[in-house]
């Protein structure tokens, strides 16, 4: 057994030993916290047009923005309707939120699915036959060079203000992100795995069955996370422009009053819903797809690179 002695951990290694990656996220929003408040009672203190506060405080967007919410709640649930004469009430807002947040989450995963499953076909397609990537390919990319919010209101003039333009819309981009991504994951595929494929007698659609389909599946899970975050900003610029529905409604009628501590409580309501989007789908992707190597090699690599905090022995 060595008597060397052992090196004392340095301040700064012991302090990032000791200091959480959980800990240092929370030390973080209790700081964005502290310097929102600083902001809005200190640095930014006018009002608006509406007579809100332009940049309010927590406080207020916890007691008074929040409860002005109920004004968008047609009544039901033991919650009256402000716009009818009722009162407003906490309840009246939880309920306006979830009624808008359920239409939105509609349209979000029809035209995301809508888009995937075009994207996946059409890329696939293209990948397999000259033919179709002479007619689509070319499209497709001209498309994809187009900036998605430039043609909001182009599907509001074809579609009116109606779901099937909101979802269309979001299924459009969804279908080019899709169908780049698929068509790119297939020409990365390693040729000496097709050229033994072939050597051992597989035809093409053995190949494309056994040899690429699994060797995309890492390619098609990152394809579905990037589509989830940007289908809530079509979500949002299909609903301002043209819905009858939903938070991006709720949030076209506060900008248009100045209601700014709405708004900022429907971007919040943005923001927690495409992170929690994001990660169960990133979770119920990464266990679907279990059996493949690639997610064996991140199991191993996470089980290894695990240390304790302090290896002082």
Known sequence: MSNAPVRPLSPRRLAGS????????????????????????????????????????LEYLAKDSFLQMSNYWSGGWGAPSPGNGGTQTYLGAVLALASASFASF????????????????????????KAAR?????????????????????????????????????????????FVGIVNAVGLVPAVQLARARTEGATRRQIYRWVILPSIVPAMRATILVII??????????????????????????LRFAYTGRVILVS?????????????????????????????KARRRRRFSVKPALALK
């Open 268 to 296: 919040f309501v943005y923001l927690v819903y495409a992170a929690a989007s994001f990660y169960a789908v990133q979770w119920l992707t990464g266990w679907a797809i279990r059996w493949h190597p690639s997610q064996a």
């Open 18 to 57: 000791l200091i959480s990656p959980v800990a240092l996220r929370l030390e973080m929003v209790v700081l964005l916290a502290v310097t929102w408040e600083l902001v809005a009672h200190y640095a930014v203190t006018r009002i608006g047009t509406s007579g809100e506060p332009i940049f309010p405080s």
């Open 134 to 178: 002479s007619v689509l390919s070319s499209p497709v990319h001209f498309l994809r060079m187009v900036p998605f919010l430039a043609l909001a209101p182009l599907f509001e003039v074809w579609f009116g203000k109606s779901d099937i333009g909101a979802i269309v819309f979001i299924g459009y981009g969804s279908l080019v992100v899709t």
């Open 229 to 254: 975050g940007l289908g809530w900003t079509l979500d949002v610029a299909a609903e301002m422009l043209g819905a009858q529905s939903g938070l991006g409604v709720i949030m076209e009628y506060a």
């Open 106 to 129: 509609g349209r979000l995963f029809a035209g995301v699915g809508l888009g995937f499953v075009l994207g996946v076909v059409l890329g696939l397609a293209v990948s397999a036959s």
